[in-house]
């Protein structure tokens, strides 16, 4: 019997089988059946996502934009309005600002790709968790892990911020008090995961056992390639089509293991020197820390993992804008900040334009000029977010 939420579209991608979890395979359904509707196409099981019928593409793009639009109101509405400068034009600005960003715009109604939704859907659960809402927060953790697994990265901040509101509550003292109220939280957090991510789970396992295992067994199915990921691997190797990512590189060392070793050293020196601040201080948590811890944590996972893709940028991008925009509501920016914006705008759409228009940049340019042309971008691109960790390092003793 055919799994009931994998009917019209299945088996998407050129390897031929879906690697994406439930909630997106969902998502993906939704769309075609759309467009079944609209055209009264029939999709085969094995058609490539580039190769489907337009009225595919004009929903996915359509309903991407809908996202997008959609969360811009919620961001205005919940937050932007209340500016702490009490100035409307200037939460307006802001909301301007976030609504026409081009990297939601490239990635999502240019491209078509599903990263921003489930972006949307962590900074929605930071958002309830900051409101102390965490049956809410934990739904939509469950969710964005369910869309992506790239989503389990959030899971260390969603700790941290657990504990650091149970802090808070404690009165600042870590104490057998503090211990029953964080064991409740992570208890009804955990059963509200757990529950919610076995509810969409079931229906797959039952009629697709092998399908819904697939997006877990085939993490490692693509080679280590370079798609124009402005990461440290693109300053060492450059425009290459693709490396062993296996290959021993220092030692008993191999690219991906350096990779996920500079990946967890960084994330937690950011929740370590995070947490000190809240110990030290007894600073308050609010939804701006979340978000800084976020971006840092995303940043290294784009900046130093292998297996990159160009459209991950907007991972570590967009948490990066919301804490501009945040400054900006409050006045408190540098003039090198709206440098390091400006400049960190441009470097990570041409990482996504190099690639949606790889065929033309090669015509314009000599391979040797892309090879520098990427090398420097990345290079640029490593240095924004080092000098964000040596900033949040210099700065959390001020605040």
């Known amino acids: 019997m055919e799994n009931p939420f994998v009917v019209y579209v299945k088996n998407l991608g050129p390897s031929g089988t879906s690697v994406y979890p439930p909630l997106a395979n969902l998502y993906i359904d ?11 196409i029939i999709i085969k099981s094995n ?23 959609l969360f811009s109101i919620f961001l205005y509405k919940k937050i932007l309005k209340y500016a702490p400068s009490g100035n409307k034009s200037r939460a307006f600005i802001a909301f301007l600002i976030w609504l026409f960003n081009p990297l939601s715009l490239l990635v999502g109604t240019v491209w078509g790709q599903l ?43 969603y700790l941290f911020g657990l504990t650091a509101i149970t802090y808070t509550e404690n009165k600042g ?56 990921g402005f990461n ?13 990512d296996n290959e021993i590189l220092v030692r008993n060392l191999s690219h991906h293991t350096i990779g996920i070793s500079i990946f967890i050293f960084l994330s937690i020196n950011v929740l370590i020197v995070s947490a000190k601040k809240f110990v030290k201080e007894k600073i308050k948590l609010s939804y701006y820390h979340l978000i800084e811890i976020l971006y840092l ?12 893709h160009e459209r991950y940028i907007v991972y570590m991008y967009l948490p990066f804008l919301l804490l501009f925009i945040f400054k900006y509501l409050k006045g408190k920016l540098h003039i090198l900040e709206y440098i390091q914006i400006i400049v960190f705008t441009l470097v990570s759409a041409s990482n996504l334009l190099l690639v949606l228009y790889q065929d033309k940049v090669l015509n314009l340019f000599r391979e040797n000029n892309i090879d520098f042309l990427v ?13 964000s960790i040596i900033f949040l390092r210099n700065t959390l003793k001020q605040r």
């Open 30 to 40: 939704i769309e075609a059946f759309l467009s079944l509707i609209w055209e009264k």
């Open 47 to 69: 058609a490539s996502i580039n190769s489907l019928a337009p009225s595919y593409k004009i929903i996915r793009k359509f309903t991407l934009g809908l996202f997008h639009f």
């Open 115 to 157: 990263d921003e939704i489930m972006v949307i859907l962590i900074f929605l659960c930071l958002y309830f968790l900051s409101k102390k809402k965490i049956t809410v927060s934990a739904i939509l953790l469950a969710a964005a892990v369910l869309f992506k697994l790239q989503g389990i990265i959030i899971l260390p901040v």
């Open 173 to 228: 003292k870590i104490n057998k008090k503090f211990l029953r109220l964080l064991y409740t939280k992570l208890s009804i957090s955990g059963f509200t995961f757990i529950l919610i991510f076995t509810a969409f789970s079931l229906p797959f396992i039952k009629y697709d056992r092998e399908g819904y295992f697939r997006f877990l067994t085939n993490l490692r199915i693509f080679p280590f390639v370079h798609m124009n």
């Open 232 to 244: 440290m691997w693109m300053f060492l190797f450059g425009n290459k089509v693709q490396v062993n």
């Open 297 to 308: 944590t995303y940043g290294a996972f784009f900046l130093f993992m292998t297996e990159i």
């Open 375 to 387: 090398r420097t971008l990345s290079v640029i691109v490593l240095y924004s977010y080092l000098i």
